[in-house]
């Protein structure tokens, strides 16, 4: 008697003991929840890989492998779309390698100084407004696009220094501040960082604060840092490297702060301004190179001291330093040429001090040595000087910056007239200020930085990011100033480019005195243009164009002149490896009930007196209960034989177990035990389908027969033809500018 399920019972299933497998218990915690959906995709995953996923990832080897094999024949690779490919590789080569060595090569100091035979010029390269570009300065653009925007302005900025650095070799590189877009904007690790009550942030920026100052603080200024590093100091160093500049007395100096480094005025933080000093030194200094005085001038934190500014808030912490170093600039200049003819000389550039012991209350500080003093400031010379500041000096509104300025060429004058239009506004840098920046300084600390200075010969400045040349009233000494391109594509400027300036002024090592005749010159400059990248992308917009006009017409063509297909036809490829290759299994393993077989006699005798023997009776039961005869085993038409044969190679694997066992009926257990059934699963030649017409069809799977694809029509074989080369073009393209642009 079959025992009872019940739910007191020893056989029976507790109503308590099955529970839904996804209920959130009570007791449970949410880390525990996660911890099983993570056992139970991990238990899924393996699941699937072992049940279909294996075979679905061997399938798509197969196909990649066909594919490849199909692509690598001579025909395809030598076609038409893979030879425009090639003129492509040879356009990106030159759009963003060949053109800036073309670009930088045309700016070699022979072909434009003009020093007598024999000089030996100090070579100096001046970069303006860098300002690599960051989260601020581009705040609503998604992340994929500000990422390659970042990425492709680094290249372009890379590659022009690069090829500097390598074909030109300077000296000496002075950079014009706002090394950072948003240096200001980073959070320091000391120090107060709110905005000051009276120069708080434009509404447009007020929404991205919270954001910046959480996200964006002093490890994240310390990468900027590493990312500048990377692309200009490091090909510095490399370039040191070289045999031929083994000896030579190379500088690099970055140390001159722009708005977007500190910003401007009264709305500089003390905390961001310590920060930049500490990692690229003082923004007031004094350095003598190329036997010419160079002064390098806070002028963000000066402007801090105009009369508006102090009028409001109390900002001598800010403008101070530079106010004191200013006052006391004609006695550091003294110090510096001091300096630097002692090194001429061949003696230590630091004076000696008296090595004595003495008491303390009786030493005498009055005799100790030094650079400058009353016996030699008369007659320590006064090198020429040249003066460098982020912000322009001061200039009449209007005052036309010359042919050379790429946002507006000057106006023609009238009819008769030699001297440029005045006031030229388009032509001109405008005078006004805002939120964090003044375009040029005001009037009144201009004429007195020139006054205090003194020998002041030339400037040079950044900020406006174009280049723009003047000639200053009198009251600031009638004093050049050339403002510096920026070596940036992305600064609004479609030419980027750097100042070159040549040094040439040979002294007397003893008295200073110069050797060159009076009145010769002693600088000359040159502007270096870089590529234009908005005119690099048009040519790739006109190939881009000029190819897919090339393909169709060649689409066109290949049902015409039945020309070679360059598409793959999948349809029909895959129709052919169908019938010759089975992915998936072709047997699996079948458990049937035991009333399937007839049971031997010995063991089962009941049950063989009652339904009687297989080896007597010649009937077998089938798995629905039904008895069939030997005479149904006869072939259907609609089988076509394939039944027949199945139907024999069953029976002999009968007879062969009933003969080795020696007695009749199927054998169980023991060394006799017969392997389980298989059902086969056949190929697409079976035309029947599961639980067929056909009796003798039971357990086979359902087949269907794959349609031979109908021919395209010939406008179905332009299209086709015209995505296939195109895709495969585009997407070839596309990776070797990836690669280029990953280089570097």
Same mark, same amino acid.
């Given at each position: 008697?079959?025992?009872?399920?019940?739910?007191?019972?020893?056989?029976?299933?507790?109503?308590?003991?099955?529970?839904?497998?996804?209920?959130?218990?009570?007791?449970?915690?949410?880390?525990?929840?996660?911890?099983?959906?993570?056992?139970?995709?991990?238990?899924?995953?393996?699941?699937?890989?072992?049940?279909?996923?294996?075979?679905?990832?061997?399938?798509?080897?197969?196909?990649?492998?066909?594919?490849?094999?199909?692509?690598?024949?001579?025909?395809?690779?030598?076609?038409?779309?893979?030879?425009?490919?090639?003129?492509?590789?040879?356009?990106?080569?030159?759009?963003?390698?060949?053109?800036?060595?073309?670009?930088?090569?045309?700016?070699?100091?022979?072909?434009?100084?003009?020093?007598?035979?024999?000089?030996?010029?100090?070579?100096?390269?001046?970069?303006?407004?860098?300002?690599?570009?960051?989260?601020?300065?581009?705040?609503?653009?998604?992340?994929?696009?500000?990422?390659?925007?970042?990425?492709?302005?680094?290249?372009?900025?890379?590659?022009?220094?690069?090829?500097?650095?390598?074909?030109?070799?300077?000296?000496?590189?002075?950079?014009?501040?706002?090394?950072?877009?948003?240096?200001?904007?980073?959070?320091?690790?000391?120090?107060?960082?709110?905005?000051?009550?009276?120069?708080?942030?434009?509404?447009?920026?007020?929404?991205?604060?919270?954001?910046?100052?959480?996200?964006?603080?002093?490890?994240?200024?310390?990468?900027?840092?590493?990312?500048?590093?990377?692309?200009?100091?490091?090909?510095?160093?490399?370039?040191?490297?070289?045999?031929?500049?083994?000896?030579?007395?190379?500088?690099?100096?970055?140390?001159?702060?722009?708005?977007?480094?500190?910003?401007?005025?009264?709305?500089?933080?003390?905390?961001?301004?310590?920060?930049?000093?500490?990692?690229?030194?003082?923004?007031?200094?004094?350095?003598?190179?190329?036997?010419?005085?160079?002064?390098?001038?806070?002028?963000?934190?000066?402007?801090?001291?105009?009369?508006?500014?102090?009028?409001?808030?109390?900002?001598?912490?800010?403008?101070?330093?530079?106010?004191?170093?200013?006052?006391?600039?004609?006695?550091?200049?003294?110090?510096?040429?001091?300096?630097?003819?002692?090194?001429?000389?061949?003696?230590?550039?630091?004076?000696?001090?008296?090595?004595?012991?003495?008491?303390?209350?009786?030493?005498?500080?009055?005799?100790?040595?030094?650079?400058?003093?009353?016996?030699?400031?008369?007659?320590?010379?006064?090198?020429?000087?040249?003066?460098?500041?982020?912000?322009?000096?001061?200039?009449?509104?209007?005052?036309?910056?010359?042919?050379?300025?790429?946002?507006?060429?000057?106006?023609?004058?009238?009819?008769?007239?030699?001297?440029?239009?005045?006031?030229?506004?388009?032509?001109?840098?405008?005078?006004?200020?805002?939120?964090?920046?003044?375009?040029?300084?005001?009037?009144?600390?201009?004429?007195?930085?020139?006054?205090?200075?003194?020998?002041?010969?030339?400037?040079?400045?950044?900020?406006?990011?174009?280049?723009?040349?003047?000639?200053?009233?009198?009251?600031?000494?009638?004093?050049?100033?050339?403002?510096?391109?920026?070596?940036?594509?992305?600064?609004?400027?479609?030419?980027?480019?750097?100042?070159?300036?040549?040094?040439?002024?040979?002294?007397?090592?003893?008295?200073?005195?110069?050797?060159?005749?009076?009145?010769?010159?002693?600088?000359?400059?040159?502007?270096?243009?870089?590529?234009?990248?908005?005119?690099?992308?048009?040519?790739?917009?006109?190939?881009?164009?000029?190819?897919?006009?090339?393909?169709?017409?060649?689409?066109?063509?290949?049902?015409?002149?039945?020309?070679?297909?360059?598409?793959?036809?999948?349809?029909?490829?895959?129709?052919?490896?169908?019938?010759?290759?089975?992915?998936?299994?072709?047997?699996?393993?079948?458990?049937?009930?035991?009333?399937?077989?007839?049971?031997? +006699?010995?063991? !089962? *005798?009941? %049950?063989?007196?009652?339904? &009687?023997?297989? $080896?007597? @009776?010649?009937?077998?039961?089938?798995?629905?209960?039904?008895?069939?005869?030997?005479?149904?085993?006869?072939?259907?038409?609609?089988?076509?034989?394939?039944?027949?044969?199945?139907?024999?190679?069953? +029976?002999?694997? !009968? *007879?062969? %177990?009933?003969?080795?066992? &020696?007695?009749? $009926?199927? @054998?169980?257990?023991?060394?006799?035990?017969?392997?389980?059934?298989?059902?086969?699963?056949?190929?697409?030649?079976?035309?029947?389908?599961?639980?067929?017409?056909?009796?003798?069809?039971?357990?086979?799977?359902?087949?269907?027969?794959?349609?031979?694809?109908?021919?395209?029509?010939?406008?179905?074989?332009?299209?086709?033809?015209?995505?296939?080369?195109?895709?495969?073009?585009?997407?070839?393209?596309?990776?070797?500018?990836?690669?280029?642009?990953?280089?570097?």
């Amino acid at each position: 008697m079959a025992p009872s399920y019940s739910s007191n019972g020893g056989y029976g299933y507790s109503s308590s003991s099955f529970q839904p497998k996804h209920r959130r218990s009570d007791s449970t915690s949410v880390l525990d929840d996660i911890r099983a959906f993570l056992a139970h995709s991990s238990r899924s995953a393996w699941r699937f890989w072992r049940e279909r996923g294996r075979f679905l990832a061997w399938a798509a080897i197969v196909n990649a492998g066909r594919r490849l094999r199909l692509n690598l024949t001579y025909n395809r690779l030598f076609s038409f779309p893979h030879l425009l490919v090639a003129a492509w590789i040879v356009v990106l080569l030159w759009g963003e390698r060949w053109v800036f060595h073309s670009a930088v090569e045309e700016c070699e100091w022979e072909k434009w100084e003009k020093w007598p035979a024999g000089a030996k010029p100090h070579h100096l390269v001046l970069v303006a407004d860098p300002q690599l570009i960051d989260p601020h300065s581009y705040p609503g653009r998604p992340w994929p696009l500000n990422s390659l925007t970042m990425t492709i302005v680094d290249n372009y900025i890379r590659r022009s220094y690069t090829q500097m650095q390598a074909q030109l070799d300077p000296d000496t590189i002075f950079f014009l501040g706002d090394l950072f877009d948003g240096g200001r904007e980073w959070k320091t690790a000391h120090g107060d960082f709110r905005d000051p009550e009276w120069g708080p942030h434009p509404k447009n920026e007020q929404k991205y604060l919270k954001s910046w100052n959480k996200k964006y603080n002093e490890f994240y200024w310390l990468k900027e840092y590493a990312r500048f590093g990377e692309i200009f100091f490091s090909p510095w160093l490399e370039a040191g490297q070289k045999p031929e500049n083994e000896h030579k007395r190379r500088k690099l100096i970055a140390s001159l702060p722009g708005n977007h480094d500190l910003g401007f005025g009264a709305e500089i933080k003390l905390p961001v301004r310590n920060r930049f000093e500490a990692y690229f030194g003082e923004g007031n200094r004094v350095d003598v190179v190329g036997n010419h005085t160079f002064v390098s001038v806070d002028t963000v934190s000066m402007s801090a001291a105009s009369l508006s500014e102090v009028a409001r808030q109390d900002v001598q912490p800010i403008y101070k330093p530079t106010e004191h170093f200013i006052n006391q600039v004609k006695w550091t200049k003294q110090k510096a040429v001091e300096k630097e003819l002692r090194y001429l000389r061949g003696e230590v550039p630091e004076v000696k001090l008296h090595h004595r012991i003495e008491e303390l209350n009786k030493a005498n500080f009055k005799d100790q040595p030094r650079l400058v003093n009353e016996d030699n400031n008369k007659k320590i010379p006064d090198l020429p000087t040249i003066l460098l500041t982020h912000v322009p000096l001061y200039r009449p509104p209007g005052t036309p910056c010359g042919p050379k300025r790429e946002h507006w060429p000057p106006t023609p004058p009238p009819k008769g007239q030699t001297e440029p239009v005045f006031p030229d506004h388009r032509n001109a840098i405008s005078v006004y200020r805002g939120y964090q920046y003044q375009n040029v300084l005001d009037e009144k600390q201009s004429v007195s930085l020139m006054e205090k200075i003194g020998n002041v010969i030339h400037a040079f400045s950044g900020d406006d990011h174009d280049y723009c040349e003047v000639v200053h009233a009198p009251n600031q000494g009638s004093v050049r100033e050339i403002t510096v391109k920026s070596i940036s594509m992305a600064m609004g400027v479609p030419t980027p480019g750097f100042q070159m300036v040549s040094l040439y002024n040979p002294l007397d090592p003893v008295t200073g005195k110069p050797l060159a005749s009076d009145g010769q010159p002693t600088i000359q400059t040159h502007l270096c243009l870089l590529p234009n990248q908005i005119s690099t992308y048009l040519h790739y917009v006109g190939l881009g164009i000029f190819c897919v006009i090339l393909l169709a017409i060649r689409a066109f063509l290949v049902p015409v002149l039945n020309l070679p297909k360059f598409a793959l036809d999948l349809d029909a490829d895959s129709h052919s490896a169908a019938s010759g290759i089975s992915i998936l299994p072709v047997f699996k393993a079948k458990q049937e009930d035991y009333d399937e077989y007839n049971l031997p +006699s010995a063991g !089962y *005798s009941a %049950s063989s007196s009652k339904y &009687g023997s297989s $080896g007597t @009776s010649g009937e077998r039961r089938t798995r629905t209960g039904s008895v069939s005869s030997s005479s149904q085993r006869k072939t259907s038409p609609r089988n076509g034989g394939h039944n027949e044969k199945g139907r024999s190679r069953k +029976s002999s694997v !009968y *007879s062969n %177990s009933n003969k080795s066992s &020696g007695t009749k $009926g199927w @054998s169980w257990g023991g060394k006799h035990h017969h392997h389980e059934p298989r059902i086969q699963i056949t190929g697409e030649e079976e035309e029947d389908m599961y639980y067929g017409a056909s009796t003798g069809s039971k357990w086979r799977a359902k087949q269907s027969r794959r349609k031979k694809p109908k021919p395209k029509t010939a406008m179905g074989v332009v299209v086709t033809e015209l995505w296939t080369t195109v895709w495969r073009v585009a997407w070839m393209v596309v990776t070797v500018f990836g690669w280029l642009a990953w280089k570097g």
